[in-house]
């Protein structure tokens, strides 16, 4: 086949959202024609990796939501290992630490090379958003690496706020709040947890 076809169908696939047999159609027919493979092993082995793709995926569009001590941290950790171990790039942080360090870039002149720093990952796990007031500059800095991430890349965050109380978290900013929950509910879930904070139930009762 050559370049061109090559190209056109590779833009054809990207377009269906068939990323991995895009990025892998190539070598695997490279592999079948070596081993004299059959097209409908090669079939399978193709649309098998993109169930499995999508699969992850689907975990990874997740909004994590309850009080804290239900396990929410613990749940983007465990996830983020699992991730490494499939071999996806993960970042994790505390929503407050990275728009610190956005902001820090900002003033530096530098937001630019640290923003692809929390876009450029596969996989961006937030915690702990809305423990702390977020500021104008720093929610409109949150909106840009939702906004970039946005059909690219995928973001798991907890938060102890549901979406409507959002808004109190951006500065009173309801419609900054709004445009980020579009984004990350198009294709997410919300999971909502709900019981008794582990740091407390073992404690003293009156």
């Not at 082995?45 to 793709?53: D, E, K, M, Y």
């Not at 991730?83 to 003033?107: H, P, W, Y």
């Not at 500065?171 to 947890?193: K, P, S």
Request: aromatic share 6%; proline share 2%.
């Amino acid at each position: 086949m050559s370049n061109a076809k090559h190209d056109r169908l590779k833009q054809d696939l990207d377009e269906l959202k068939l990323n991995h047999i895009a990025e892998n159609y190539r070598e695997l027919l490279d592999d079948a024609a070596r081993k004299n493979t059959s097209a409908l092993d090669v079939l399978i082995q193709l649309i098998g990796g993109q169930a499995a793709t999508r699969r992850d995926r689907a975990l990874a569009r997740r909004v994590l939501i309850g009080p804290t001590g239900v396990g929410k941290s613990h749940f983007l950790t465990a996830l983020g290992y699992c991730a490494c171990e499939k071999g996806i790039s993960v970042r994790f942080t505390r929503a407050i630490d990275m728009l610190n360090v956005l902001i820090t870039a900002q003033l530096n002149g530098t937001l630019e090379r640290k923003l692809r720093e929390y876009v450029r990952p596969q996989l961006l796990l937030l915690d702990e958003l809305g423990y702390l007031p977020i500021d104008k500059r720093g929610a409109d800095l949150m909106f840009q690496v939702v906004a970039a991430r946005y059909e690219t890349g995928s973001i798991v965050l907890s938060t102890n706020r549901v979406f409507k109380e959002w808004g109190h978290i951006f500065d009173v900013d309801n419609t900054l709040a709004t445009a980020m929950i579009e984004r990350l509910m198009h294709h997410g879930e919300a999971i909502v947890i709900q019981g008794e904070s582990y740091r407390t139930k073992d404690g003293p009762k009156e």
